[in-house]
């Protein structure tokens, strides 16, 4: 069964800085990988994915994350994090062989920006 | 742009009580979702329907169930609140993996 662990529940960082949040997944095959950013009462948005191809993909609000498949990991980068990145980040790794869709989330990670 | 509603932003109900938590999607998905959002627990699956009439058990399925009658519209039932239920439930479609999220549903079950 696949399987995605954030290790890092909680990272502050200070306006301005970089930002990576980790993600390590579990899967047999290559698998579609997602990260999504929920803003406080709020649903989920779609921040990027990846199905195949250049393993560098880029996202929405200047985020953008990397697939390294000899680490099983697609850690998610910011090169300057704004006060309005607060929020908390949700990878998630679908089944690209499967036919039902069904998505396996983390358990996030919550990001607290310092002015 | 894909549209996800739902039916209340925040549910107050009580211990018993059954309750119709209803999502809408404009965008003609074959597949529509209903997670419950924990802290600490991230989203856990309660059910998912491929298609009308047709519904799969998720993770945590006891204590609900779910109706689509119709392509755009997936209920969420609690047969008998009880304050175990107390969460956050977000409903999400999609075409393929991808998927869209509605704004949520926080039910206190008192």
């Known amino acids: 069964a696949q399987s995605v662990t954030q290790p890092d529940i909680h990272i502050t960082v200070s306006e301005g800085a970089s930002l990576e949040l980790r993600c390590n997944y579990s899967?047999?095959?290559?698998?579609?990988l997602f990260w999504y950013v929920q803003s406080p009462g709020q649903g989920l948005q779609l921040l990027l994915k990846?199905?195949?191809?250049?393993?560098l993909v880029q996202g929405i609000k200047g985020f953008e994350a990397e697939f390294k498949r000899s680490q099983s990991s697609f850690n998610l980068r910011k090169p300057s994090v704004h006060w309005s990145d607060a929020a908390e980040y949700f990878c998630a790794v679908g089944d690209s062989g499967g036919s039902n869709y069904k998505l396996t989330f983390g358990k996030g990670t919550l990001l607290t920006v310092n002015p | 742009d894909v549209k996800v509603t739902q039916s209340s932003r925040y549910l107050v109900k009580r211990t018993g009580e059954k309750v119709f938590l209803e999502c809408v999607q404009d965008?003609?998905?074959?597949?529509m979702f209903w997670y419950r959002q924990d802290p600490g627990l991230g989203l856990r699956l309660i059910y998912f329907?491929?298609?009308?009439?047709?519904?799969e058990k998720g993770d945590i399925p006891e204590g609900y169930s779910v109706s689509r009658e119709k392509k755009e519209r997936f209920s969420l039932i609690l047969e008998s609140a009880s304050t175990n239920q107390t969460s956050m439930y977000l409903c999400?479609?999609?075409?393929?993996?991808?998927?869209?999220f509605g704004p949520g549903t926080r039910l206190t079950v008192t």
């Open positions: 329907s491929y298609d009308v009439k047709m519904k």
């Open positions: 999400a479609s999609s075409l393929r993996t991808e998927q869209y």
């Open positions: 899967y047999g095959a290559t698998p579609y």
């Open positions: 990846y199905f195949s191809g250049d393993t």
């Open positions: 965008m003609d998905h074959e597949n």
